[in-house]
């Protein structure tokens, strides 16, 4: 079956950088396009990154837009989330999500949290 394991979440001070990752198997990977999310405490979840599948079209979210990354490697079914000059607004749990056959499947989140 799919499975999405997020890891790379962690404390890290304003102005730092993380990079998160996502180990994608259970669907042919190359084929899918991916996404990351977040959910801040008491706000809805927020699309932040899509890439598609070959990992040429890539759009954003304007509240990350020259900050955050995403990029995937194909041969390794995992797709990643660079994160720069991170702001406190930017915690919250991160997801990755993709579409396989009609059915949105997610990962179980990494929490990311910024603070001094």
């Known amino acids: 079956q799919v499975q999405l394991v997020e890891s790379g979440g962690g404390l890290v001070q304003p102005g730092g950088s993380l990079r998160l990752s996502c180990a994608a198997s259970?669907?042919?990977?190359?084929?899918?396009?991916m996404n990351w999310y977040r959910q801040a405490p008491g706000k809805e979840r927020e699309l932040v990154a899509i890439?598609?599948?070959?990992?040429?079209?890539?759009n954003y979210a304007a509240s990350v837009k020259g900050r955050f990354t995403i990029s995937r490697d194909n041969a390794k079914n995992t797709v990643y989330l660079q994160m720069n000059a991170l702001k406190p607004e930017d915690t919250a749990v991160y997801y990755c999500?993709?579409?396989?056959?009609?059915?949105?499947?997610w990962g179980q989140g990494t929490q990311v949290t910024v603070s001094s």
């Open positions: 999500n993709c579409l396989v056959r009609g059915r949105l499947e």
């Open positions: 259970g669907f042919i990977f190359s084929n899918y396009a």
């Open positions: 890439i598609g599948s070959s990992g040429v079209i890539t």
